[in-house]
């Protein structure tokens, strides 16, 4: 079946800090690959996706490459801020018309002044 | 144009008790999923609609969960009766299609807590 696995956390990093958030995937065929996050309060907003391989979805300084070979999608940013805190889902949606997107356990992420 | 709404927003309901939650999607989704996440384990896919009918409903978990979209307009997420295990953020998501690469929108979730 598909699964979804990323590092777990908690990530504590200084303002100015790099990030990358580790995801890796199991699946059959070629799925779509996402980055969900949720900011404290709020609820699960997409933040960036990648449809086939080789394709780089970014936003708001947020990168990640949709990597087949090694069936990755790393999520990184190369400077964070506090308001990046928060809980970062990967997930992928099997190709064709299925609908079921599969999660990750989610990465809490911290970042101080 | 509003996103997805769901309420209530939290809910602390005793064991045994009912409840039930309320989701609105974004007007003109046909498609709208139920989603859930208990303590820190991962968000699982409950059932899928589209329009009024069921479409998928796999993932729930047993008969003490009932779900309906009746007029494929908002959808309800009954519990009844809780129990504790049902404690965690249910969310609730609609997107327009189900093409693999069309985004899905969410809800913020309502969080239910059962003591």
């Known amino acids: 079946g598909n699964s979804v696995t990323q590092m777990e956390g908690p990530v504590t990093l200084s303002e100015e800090a790099f990030l990358t958030i580790n995801c890796t995937y199991t699946?059959?065929?070629?799925?779509?690959l996402f980055w969900y996050v949720q900011y404290p309060g709020e609820g699960l907003q997409l933040l960036l996706k990648?449809?086939?391989?080789?394709d780089k979805g970014s936003n708001k300084g947020f990168e990640a490459t949709y990597r087949k070979e090694t069936t990755s999608f790393h999520l990184e940013k190369g400077s964070v801020q506090v308001s990046d805190s928060a809980v970062y889902f990967c997930a992928l949606r099997p190709g064709g018309s299925n609908y079921k997107l599969t999660f990750g356990k989610g990465t809490l992420l911290t970042v101080n002044p | 144009e509003a996103g997805v709404t769901q309420f209530p927003s939290h809910s602390v309901i005793e064991k045994g008790q009912t409840v039930t939650l309320r989701c609105d999607p974004i007007s003109g989704h046909d498609n709208l999923y139920w989603y859930r996440r208990v303590m820190g384990k991962e968000i699982k896919f409950l059932l899928h609609f589209v329009k009024e009918s069921k479409q998928d409903e796999s993932g729930m978990p047993n008969n003490r969960f009932l779900a309906e979209r009746t007029g494929g307009t908002y959808s309800t997420l009954k519990v009844q009766p809780a129990e504790l295990e049902d404690s965690g953020v249910y969310f609730c998501a609609s997107s327009q299609d189900y093409v693999s690469g069309n985004t899905i929108y969410f809800g913020e979730g309502s969080w239910l807590t059962v003591v």
């Open positions: 699946a059959t065929g070629y799925p779509s």
């Open positions: 990648a449809t086939k391989a080789d």
